[in-house]
C-alpha cells in the first residue's frame, strides 16, 4: 500500500492538471469593443446573395444549411472601407468535414480575379477532432493561380457548437484585428499597401462544401450521409466608414485609446491564445515561398 500511495496521487495530478488545461480561457483582455456597437437586425443591413431556399431568416439572425444540393450565404447591403463586423455563430456538431463555414469581408464582384478578401472561417471536423478556426487574408488575389494566403489557424478554448461565441474583425487603415469574444487572436498589421487591403469590401457570410481542401488538405470529405450542415448567426454589428462616408469618418479601432492600437492587457490575452491555442503560422512554414510574404520577412 505504501508504495502505490505515491502513484495515486501522480495520477490524480495529471487528471486535475488536464482537467485545468481543458478549461482554461485566455486572460480577460480588458477593454472590450462589442459592447461599443448596437446589434441590429438581419434583414436591416444584409441580403440573400445565393441558397435563398437553404437560408431561414427570423428577428434574432439568419440560419443557412448546406445539404446535396445546394450551399447558401448572404452579403451586406453596404460596402466599407474600415469598420467592426461581427456576429454570433452557432455550430453544428458531429461529423462536418469538408464544410466551410464563414464570416468574411471581399471585395470579390467589384473586382473578379483581382480581389482583397479578409476571412474568418470555421474548417469541418471529423467525429473524433476538434473545429479549427482560420483567419485568412488575400491581397489582389483571386483563384486564378496567384492566390497567396495569409492562414493562421486556431483550436478554440471552448466548443463552438454548445453556444454561440461572437466572432469580428477590425479594419482599420492601420491594422487588421480577429477577435472571438472580444479577445484577440490575430493582428496584421499594415506593413506596406502591397500587403494590406485598402479597397472598399462588403461583409458576407456563407457555407459551402470546401471539400477539395477544408479539413486535413482534402483528405475527410463532406458526406452527406450527415446533411444538413447548419450555422446559425445572429447578434450582427456593422459599424464603420462606408465607401460613401466622407474622408473624415473615423475608423473603428481595437482599443480605447483615440490613436487606436491594443493595450497591453489586450496584447498579453492575444500572446496567450497563439502560445495556447495556435496550430497553424504561415509565417512558420518553411515550405511556403517568403517572396510571396513580404510582411513575414519585416
Known amino acids: 500500500m505504501a508504495s502505490s500511495f505515491p502513484s495515486f496521487l501522480l495520477i490524480l495530478f495529471f487528471l486535475s492538471s488536464s482537467i485545468s488545461m481543458a478549461t482554461a480561457r485566455p486572460p480577460r483582455p480588458g477593454y472590450r469593443p462589442s459592447y461599443r456597437f448596437r446589434s441590429m437586425a438581419f434583414y436591416r443591413g444584409y441580403r440573400t446573395?445565393?441558397?435563398?431556399?437553404?437560408?431561414?431568416?427570423?428577428r434574432n439572425g439568419v440560419t443557412i444549411w448546406l445539404d446535396r444540393t445546394s450551399g447558401s450565404g448572404f452579403k451586406s447591403v453596404k460596402p466599407y472601407r474600415s469598420g467592426y463586423f461581427g456576429t454570433s455563430i452557432k455550430l453544428q456538431s458531429g461529423y462536418t468535414a469538408g464544410v466551410n463555414t464563414a464570416f468574411y469581408l471581399s471585395n470579390s464582384e467589384a473586382h473578379p480575379g483581382n480581389h482583397d478578401e479578409v476571412d474568418i472561417e470555421f474548417l469541418g471536423k471529423t467525429f473524433d477532432e476538434p473545429y479549427t478556426l482560420?483567419?485568412?487574408?488575400?491581397?489582389?488575389g483571386s483563384g486564378d493561380g496567384r492566390i497567396i494566403g495569409r492562414e493562421m489557424k486556431f483550436h478554440l478554448w471552448f466548443d463552438p457548437t454548445k453556444n454561440f461565441h461572437h466572432y469580428a474583425i477590425i479594419?482599420?487603415?492601420?491594422?487588421?484585428?480577429?477577435?472571438?469574444?472580444?479577445?484577440?487572436?490575430?493582428?496584421?498589421?499594415?506593413?506596406s499597401a502591397a500587403t494590406f487591403p485598402l479597397r472598399p469590401m462588403w461583409v458576407y457570410g456563407s457555407i459551402w462544401d470546401a471539400?477539395?481542401?477544408?479539413?486535413?488538405?482534402?483528405?475527410?470529405?463532406a458526406d452527406y450521409r450527415y446533411q444538413p450542415f447548419v450555422a446559425t448567426y445572429?447578434?450582427?454589428k456593422a459599424n464603420g466608414c462606408t465607401a460613401y462616408a466622407p474622408r473624415w469618418c473615423r475608423a473603428a479601432t481595437a482599443s480605447p485609446y483615440r490613436n487606436g492600437g491594443m493595450t497591453r492587457q489586450q496584447y498579453s490575452a492575444m500572446r496567450w491564445v497563439?502560445?495556447?491555442?495556435?496550430?497553424?503560422n504561415y509565417c512558420w512554414d518553411s515550405s511556403r515561398d517568403r517572396s510571396l510574404t513580404p510582411e513575414c520577412r519585416m
Open 171 to 191: 479594419w482599420n487603415p492601420r491594422e487588421l484585428i480577429f477577435l472571438v469574444d472580444d479577445v484577440p487572436i490575430r493582428r496584421y498589421p499594415r506593413k
Open 211 to 221: 471539400s477539395a481542401w477544408a479539413t486535413d488538405d482534402g483528405k475527410y470529405k
Open 134 to 140: 482560420q483567419t485568412n487574408v488575400y491581397i489582389r
Open 234 to 236: 445572429k447578434n450582427f
Open 274 to 280: 497563439q502560445r495556447n491555442h495556435m496550430v497553424y
Open 49 to 58: 446573395l445565393w441558397g435563398q431556399s437553404h437560408q431561414r431568416v427570423d
